[in-house]
């Protein structure tokens, strides 16, 4: 069955990084357009980056551009966003996700608090 198991969550401050990754199996990984989303609380999961089967193309939100970058390992069957310059409004649950045949899977999420 189809599993994304995300890591790399933690608490940083301001201005700080950090680096999610998110590890797939269940599905041919290298055929799928990866993306991470995340979610902060009392809002709607929104897309952070999306990067593209053989990582030629990458997108990001307005708000992350310049700061995330989305990456992937099709040998190793992973995704990763490397976070720069976090802010408060980054704090969120971040979710791996891919879409197969219409239909929306999602990892358990991975908990990033910017604070100082």
């Known amino acids: 069955q189809v599993q994304l198991v995300e890591s790399g969550g933690g608490l940083v401050q301001p201005g700080g990084s950090l680096r999610l990754s998110c590890v797939a199996s269940?599905?041919?990984?290298?055929?799928?357009?990866m993306n991470w989303y995340r979610q902060a609380p009392g809002k709607e999961r929104e897309l952070v980056a999306a990067?593209?089967?053989?990582?030629?193309?990458?997108n990001y939100a307005d708000s992350v551009k310049g700061r995330f970058t989305i990456s992937r390992d099709n040998a190793k069957n992973t995704v990763y966003l490397q976070m720069n310059s976090l802010k408060p409004d980054d704090t969120a649950v971040y979710y791996c996700?891919?879409?197969?045949?219409?239909?929306?899977?999602w990892g358990q999420g991975t908990q990033v608090t910017v604070s100082s």
């Open positions: 990067i593209t089967s053989g990582g030629g193309t990458t």
């Open positions: 269940g599905f041919t990984f290298s055929w799928k357009t």
């Open positions: 996700h891919v879409s197969l045949l219409a239909r929306n899977y």
